[in-house]
């Protein structure tokens, strides 16, 4: 996707998720994919980070996250749906000024995602649209991602959620994610970490096929692995879900 393209999404998504609030019975149904948080959390969790990540998107190449001050979200609907959109106004103008090839500090240094507000926006675009399916699931009108979302959605995830330099405790492994007649992603995982590439048709421990909204849901814990068709040794995958790298 261009940075362009990004952009537009996560303004998108970003007005689907206030609709779902703004339609909302009430804003202290629980969240069934976040069972801690009601969707009142939702909104506040979405808007304080989004606030904090347009001052670090804005403040360009840093040794840190910026600190900035949230003033806190108000509890009445309206007032919290006005502060949610200056929260999203916040980090779409940070972007928009910065451009894509700016750096900026981010968490996945040593991922395969470059460290730039392009990456962010990438990964910001995903953040929104997976909590917009945790609202609409709230409400009980869960929906797909759309699928030019979806599908950058796995790319996005296993280049910068994934991929590592930390060391692959197991014996060296692979791993193979497709769209049944679309695209494909190689996870190879060794002492050198993890790194994504594009299949040749090697051979592989395991192989997952399902829906681009599939394969992301299931990457963010929202639907069960399961729902994957897996082909291979599962004990792959077992283990690199519960791998927690340094």
Do not use: K
């Not at 304080?48 to 840190?64: F, H, I, N």
């Not at 900026?104 to 399916?133: D, F, I, K, N």
């Not at 994934?162 to 497709?178: D, F, G, I, K, Q």
């Amino acid at each position: 996707m261009t940075f362009d393209d990004l952009l537009r999404l996560l303004g998108e998504r970003a007005g689907v998720f206030r609709a779902v609030v703004a339609a909302a019975p009430s804003l202290d149904v629980t969240v069934p994919s976040c069972p801690e948080w009601t969707l009142f959390d939702l909104v506040v969790h979405l808007g304080e980070g989004r606030r904090r990540w347009a001052a670090t998107v804005a403040a360009g190449p840093a040794d840190g996250p910026a600190e900035v001050d949230v003033p806190p979200a108000p509890r009445e609907r309206d007032a919290l749906l006005a502060w949610y959109d200056e929260s999203v106004r916040q980090l779409l103008d940070a972007l928009r000024a910065a451009g894509p090839d700016r750096g900026c500090w981010t968490w996945w240094s040593t991922s395969q995602s470059p460290e730039t507000a392009g990456a962010v926006a990438r990964h910001q675009l995903q953040q929104m649209a997976v909590h917009t399916y945790d609202a609409q699931l709230a409400v009980g009108d869960a929906q797909p991602l759309p699928d030019d979302v979806a599908r950058d959605g796995v790319d996005e995830f296993l280049r910068t959620c994934v991929a590592t330099a930390s060391p692959w405790p197991h014996e060296p492994a692979t791993l193979e994610y497709r769209i049944p007649g679309g695209d494909a992603w190689r996870l190879e995982l060794s002492a050198a970490g993890a790194r994504v590439s594009t299949p040749q048709g090697e051979p592989v421990d395991l192989r997952g096929l399902g829906t681009a909204n599939e394969l992301v849901m299931s990457f963010y814990g929202r639907i069960p692995l399961e729902t994957l068709t897996l082909e291979g040794d599962r004990r792959v995958l077992d283990r690199l879900v519960a791998w927690e790298p340094a």
